[in-house]
């Protein structure tokens, strides 16, 4: 059993950054690969960016490749989403979430889920 707290949202200018942090509980974080998802209002749930087990492979969305980065820290049981250059349309509810499988993009693979942190980018 894994929990997931996420923390990190706001509210900030577009171009500008933020840095979410998802904090686990749990022994066996190093065992589970990790994904970043968001929800905007009325529209469905959409990957962002995940990461396995170990740090080495890393994969994003198109819409924001190059702009976000994703990284953990296995001792400190946290994944990390560095976000830069944002813009209006990132605004969403942000989800971490972990999988014992491979990395995915599908959030249906994800066994895992945190409550969400608002991000709100103003134009």
């Known amino acids: 059993q894994v929990q997931l707290v996420e923390s990190g949202g706001g509210l900030v200018q577009a171009g500008g950054s933020l840095r979410l942090s998802c904090a686990a509980s749990?022994?066996?974080?190093?065992?589970?690969?990790m994904g970043w998802f968001r929800q905007a209002p009325g529209k469905e749930r959409e990957f962002v960016a995940a990461?396995?087990?170990?740090?080495?492979?890393?994969y994003y969305a198109a819409s924001v490749k190059g702009r976000f980065t994703i990284s953990r820290d296995n001792a400190k049981n946290t994944v990390y989403l560095q976000m830069n250059s944002l813009k209006p349309e990132d605004t969403a509810v942000y989800y971490c979430?972990?999988?014992?499988?491979?990395?995915?993009?599908?959030?249906?693979?994800?066994?895992?889920w945190g409550q969400g942190t608002q991000v709100t980018v103003s134009s």
């Open positions: 749990g022994r066996t974080f190093g065992s589970y690969a």
């Open positions: 990461i396995s087990w170990s740090g080495g492979y890393t």
């Open positions: 979430a972990a999988t014992l499988k491979v990395v995915a993009t599908k959030p249906a693979t994800y066994d895992y």
